[in-house]
Structures are given as structure tokens and as C-alpha cells.
């Protein structure tokens, strides 16, 4: 079975600090995509990466970044110099590979973050 | 703004009626996603459609049925609404074989009473 884990709940910072939210996920699969989502109080979920399962180059974005360890079934996220916008529920979500299971989506149980002034 | 758009935004019904949410996809994709999500926890799969044909379930009843239209908007239609049915419906579109990115829409929060 296909299982996403984000053990962090909730975690608080003060604005420029850094923070890493954890993902950890299982599946049986051999090819696979790893997702994270925003989701801001408005509601929407907001694509932030896609990663497939052959491709373990971390990976940059602007304050974003995202490392990759098949070896420990991970994928986390870290936020360098947190704003208070950055305030959300991040969700790290698992699909199959195919067009059948690529629009399946297993998420984790998202985790708060909140970023204080 | 992912041009994914739900109808209508909140809903209150009660145990036993049924109700129908809509989405329309963003334009160029031909399929679309539903999913459940209570309170506090993330979003759970409901079903998939491609080309107006049922693509892929998850674990929900038969009284969650959906449909797709020939211009890609969709309806997800629940039966015997029951209490527990409560939550943030969300419809998620993409390009089958394109770049696999699903692009959500605001959601419609369900009320039952």
C-alpha cells in the first residue's frame, strides 16, 4: 500500500529563520512522482514541485529547496529565511506512475507552519 | 489563479439529501481529480475521469458518483448524505501525458447538518 507520513504537525518559527518539514513515504512501486502542496487559509492547493522516482537531484527554487533520499524513502522541503507569508499547511503528496495512477494523489497529513513577525 | 473553477463555494444540507458540486477544468485538460478533505487532515482521493469515463477509484462508496462533459467540466454528485460526508470538496485538473501537474481548484465546503 502507498502511505505518505508528515510526522510534524504543526511547527512555528520567527520570521528569517530556516525550516525543513519532513516527508516520508512508502510504496512498492519502482517508478513513482513526489509532489508538495501549499495550502494557504484561503483553501486552494498550490503546486510548489513535482519529482519523478529515477531523478534524485535536490532541487532550488528561490528560498525553496527540496532533497530527494530514495535510500530513506524521503522528501523534504526547507524554507531558507522564512517570511510570515510562508504561514500554510504543506502537504507532501505520493502518485503511481501511468495515466491511471498519476491522478491518484496520496497525501500526508499536511503540517502547519507558522511563521511569527 | 490555476483556472480551475468550483461551484458553488459552501453548501449546507442535511442527513439524507443529495447534492451535486461542479468544476470546470483548466482549459486543454482531459482529467480531472475529486477529493475529500476533512477537517485537519489532507486530501483523500475520490475518483479520476478521462475522457468522461471513471479512471481510477478510491475507497468510497457507490453513493459518490461523479460525471465529465465532452468540454471537461465535471459534477461530483453525492447520495444519502450522511454526517460525516462534512468537508472541502476539491476538483484538480491536468493533461493526461503531459507534465502530471494537478492544478486544484478553491473547493466547495459541505456542510451536513
Known amino acids: 500500500a502507498q502511505k505518505v507520513t508528515q510526522a510534524q504537525t504543526e511547527i512555528s518559527v520567527v520570521e528569517k529563520e530556516d525550516v525543513t518539514l519532513d516527508c516520508v513515504y512508502e510504496?512498492?512501486?519502482?517508478?513513482?512522482?513526489l509532489f508538495w502542496y501549499k495550502q494557504p487559509p484561503s483553501g486552494e492547493l498550490v503546486f510548489l514541485i513535482r519529482r519523478n522516482s529515477f531523478d534524485e537531484q535536490n532541487e532550488i527554487s528561490g528560498r525553496y529547496s527540496w532533497n530527494f533520499q530514495k535510500s530513506t524513502s524521503s522528501f523534504n522541503f526547507t524554507i531558507t529565511a522564512s517570511q510570515v507569508v510562508d504561514s500554510a499547511v504543506y502537504f507532501c503528496?505520493?502518485?503511481?506512475?501511468?495515466?491511471?495512477?498519476?491522478?491518484?494523489?496520496?497525501f500526508g497529513q499536511g503540517t502547519t507552519l507558522q511563521v511569527k513577525p | 489563479e490555476t483556472g480551475v473553477t468550483q461551484s458553488p463555494t459552501h453548501l449546507i444540507k442535511t442527513r439524507g439529501q443529495q447534492v451535486t458540486l461542479r468544476c470546470s477544468s483548466q482549459s486543454g485538460h482531459n482529467t480531472v481529480s475529486w477529493y475529500q478533505q476533512a477537517l485537519g487532515q489532507g486530501p483523500q482521493f475520490i475518483f479520476q475521469?478521462?475522457?468522461?469515463?471513471?479512471?481510477g477509484r478510491g475507497n468510497f462508496p457507490p453513493r459518490f458518483s461523479g460525471l465529465q462533459f465532452p468540454n471537461y467540466s465535471s459534477e461530483l454528485n453525492v447520495n444519502a448524505l450522511e454526517l460525516d460526508d462534512s468537508a472541502l470538496y476539491l476538483c484538480?485538473?491536468?493533461?493526461?501525458?503531459?507534465?502530471?501537474?494537478?492544478?486544484f481548484g478553491p473547493g466547495t465546503r459541505l456542510t451536513v447538518l
Open positions: 484538480a485538473s491536468r493533461l493526461a501525458g503531459g507534465r502530471n501537474e494537478q492544478f
Open positions: 510504496t512498492r512501486d519502482t517508478t513513482y512522482y
Open positions: 475521469y478521462y475522457r468522461e469515463e471513471e479512471n
Open positions: 503528496a505520493l502518485s503511481g506512475w501511468g495515466s491511471s495512477n498519476t491522478g491518484k494523489l496520496i
